[in-house]
């Protein structure tokens, strides 16, 4: 029987979630499947991923093939790495210890690489917000700039009647006496 580890999809129409599932190579996309190994939410930024590594190390080494989105995220969450190193142990090109310091040193590295990335995100999203107020401001002062003629124009059209009323007003009396 050929295993294949992939992905099996669930969620909603236009918002996808993902089971990454250890299944046989002739069950249906969303059908049947061996032991579900992980889950994989490309809805938030950065992508979420659970997976358990131990499982899927097992799975890889009793021969199942990942896909290649599968692949994509084993190796970004160290599975295939850690299955490597595991065959380094069993050939004897290093020591268990060995692999697991080189493992360590693996995710640390990757750990720092996640946080920056999202330290970069939450600075680009702060970043557009000051952008988006600056010009909202921007508009506003505009707006504020071109209703003073307006209300001048105004004051000057009133002044202007008054004058006009005053006079009106004038002319009326002299007439009346």
Known sequence: MSVKIRLQRHGKKGKPFYWIVAADARAKRDGRYLEKIGTYNPNVNPAIIDLNVDKAVEWLQNGAQPTDTAKNILSYKGAMLKNHLAGGVRKGA????????????????????????????????SDAKAAAFAAEKAVNEARIEAAKPVVEEVAEVEATEEAATETIDEAAEKAAE
């Open 94 to 125: 290093l020591t268990q210890e060995q692999a697991d310091a080189k493992f360590a040193a693996w995710l640390e590295a990757k750990a720092a690489k996640i946080s920056d990335k999202e330290a970069g995100l939450s600075k680009a999203q």
